[in-house]
């Protein structure tokens, strides 16, 4: 054999090693990616959704604040007793139309 058969015989050779080896190390990559890709979509899904409840839970907060300010008035007190839960003052008679 010659010497430049040889070496188109270890040339073939390492071909024969190193592209397979190429190619599974671009699968393993391309897999390792589209992993990552997918927790990173459902991370940012996620964070739109919590900006949602966040948005909604300080609504909620804010109406829940001024709920407590409108109970430090006495008179709302007593106005919002009487309404609820039908207490009435003296002399007072509480008449309830069912709604409809």
């Given at each position: ?33 589209g ?11 996620e964070k ?13 907060e804010a109406a829940l ?6 109970l430090?008035?006495?008179e709302?007190?007593?106005?919002y007793a ?9 002399g ?7 709604e409809?």
């Amino acid at each position: 054999m010659s010497k430049k058969t040889r070496q188109k015989r270890k040339f073939r050779a390492r071909m024969l090693l190193f592209v397979p080896v190429c190619v599974g190390l671009i699968i393993v990559l391309g897999v390792t990616i589209g992993k990552y890709w997918v927790e990173i979509a459902a991370k940012y899904q996620e964070k739109a959704n919590l900006a949602e409840e966040l948005v909604e839970l300080k609504e909620k907060e804010a109406a829940l604040t001024v709920d407590v300010e409108k109970l430090q008035d006495p008179e709302y007190q007593g106005r919002y007793a009487r309404e609820k839960y039908n207490y009435s003052k003296e002399g007072e008679v509480i008449i309830r139309i069912p709604e409809e």
